[in-house]
């Protein structure tokens, strides 16, 4: 559904001006002219967004936020002025303004905050639609990737989906290896068979292989059943080993026999049972430097890297951290029962300003603390972890309380440069302005 945008300006050349550039962007726009009917049209038309001029016949704009927010907490406003001054724009964003457009009216610029705008309401709509989806299929494949490093991925896990073969994972810890495992299970022709995982890391070896082959009565002490494997239980389906460089290498040899042979000889038993399951592996270090060191057998490596897939790490695929924030937070909001909240850009920014060292892991566990910290319609910088808010190496403040909105836009844009290298294009893209016009700023 296409979001509505009430556009409140006494000039009618500027007011169509602003029209034309939210219906570019994507808005259905409603226009009035004074304070009177922008009310009128707040009540009546309920717009999902406001744009309002602050100084308006019959009005002030200030009065008009206050009066939208009343009627919609959550309904967002800009303001477009030609008289601001550091107290009215910290006024303005203390009653909720989500930008602030300077007159004379910039074309890129008021087109940037509208994009940022519609992005937000695109945000909350894919919100809605993911936990839809979720609560109707957990098992759906819900992947979407802006990253070329994770479209390549992507792409080769699709094409090796309807293939047999074994598929080896590689990745540092948490990056997602077993969201990719259980997206290949969900496009290949074993769908609706099963999907078991084994965390090779977090067992002793030797329950590692019972785990893994069964046993039969007596094989041990306390064996007083037969017990069938993993291999056995997924056979229809497939069954992802995590961190399979973590295994023994008498693992190993019985694992390489499967392999080959297809078939499973449980701890104890004497007769092989035939078995038709597709194994994914996943590995959190270079399998080449263990075979080199001689903790993996070679024979082996060769064997399941068949179709080796890198899955690259969180900070390497920076694009995908806002769609996959939003993927994450509908999943979690359905298994808690709650109500899925969208992001404010404020949360967003801490979100893609942060190294992420504990990869998509540590990111889901931020987003569940989030889900149940925030008490507003959005989650809110405040709802996130401390250590994301509260980084000692963030700079302080550089301006004082008399700055004007040009001192701050300029320290603004330095910073983003000079985290961008001097990159004008890469610090542009960041702005949400044209390059064209961050050359004419710094000019």
């Not at 945008?5 to 500027?14: C, F, H, K, P």
Request: charged share 25%.
């Amino acid at each position: 559904m296409t979001p509505t945008l009430l556009i409140v300006e006494d000039d009618s050349a500027l007011a169509r001006l602003a029209a034309r550039v939210a219906e570019e962007t994507g808005f259905d726009v409603v226009v009035r002219h004074d304070g009177a009917a922008a009310r009128s049209a707040l009540e009546v038309d309920a717009p999902d967004a406001l744009l309002t001029d602050l100084c308006l016949p019959g009005c002030d704009g200030l009065d008009l936020l206050k009066a939208s927010k009343a009627l919609d907490p959550q309904r967002p406003v800009l303001l477009m002025t030609g008289y601001a001054t550091p107290m009215n724009a910290i006024e303005a964003f203390r009653l909720g303004v989500s930008d602030i457009l300077l007159k004379p009216f910039d074309l890129d610029t008021a087109r940037a905050a509208l994009v940022r705008l519609k992005t937000a309401f695109d945000q909350k709509a894919r919100l809605l639609q993911l936990t839809e989806q979720i609560a109707r299929s957990q098992g759906a494949a819900c992947l979407s990737v802006k990253s070329p490093a994770m479209q390549g991925a992507l792409a080769i896990s699709t094409q090796v989906a309807a293939s047999p073969l074994p598929v080896l994972l590689e990745g540092e810890t948490g990056v997602g290896k077993g969201v990719l495992a259980r997206h290949i299970h969900a496009l290949s022709p074993r769908a609706n068979g099963p999907f078991f995982t084994l965390h090779c890391g977090a067992l002793p070896q030797t329950l590692l292989e019972s785990e893994l082959f069964g046993f039969e009565k007596g094989a041990f002490s306390g064996a007083t059943a037969r017990k069938p494997g993993l291999l056995e239980l997924a056979a229809g389906g497939t069954l992802f080993l995590d961190e399979i460089n973590s295994t023994s290498l008498d693992a190993q040899t019985r694992l390489l026999q499967f392999i080959q042979d297809k078939q499973v000889f449980r701890i104890g038993g004497a007769k092989p049972v035939k078995v038709d399951v597709r194994l994914i592996l996943a590995t959190n270090e270079s399998l080449k430097d263990a075979v080199r060191e001689g903790r993996f057998r070679e024979d082996l490596y060769y064997r399941i890297a068949v179709f080796p897939i890198t899955v690259p790490p969180l900070r390497e695929r920076r694009e995908d951290l806002g769609d996959l924030a939003v993927f994450l937070l509908a999943k979690h909001a359905a298994d808690m029962g709650r109500t899925a909240k969208p992001l404010t850009p404020e949360a967003l920014g801490l979100l893609s300003a942060h190294t992420w060292p504990g990869n998509v892991r540590e990111l889901e566990n931020a987003l569940q603390r989030a889900l149940v910290l925030a008490q507003g319609a959005c989650i809110a910088a405040a709802d996130l972890p401390p250590e994301l808010r509260d980084r000692s190496d963030r700079p302080a403040c550089p301006w004082g309380e008399n700055a004007t909105l040009a001192e701050v836009e300029a320290t603004w844009i330095g910073r983003v440069l000079a985290r961008c290298d001097g990159n004008r294009t890469q610090a542009a893209k960041i702005l949400g302005i044209d390059p064209s016009t961050l050359w004419r700023k710094l000019k």
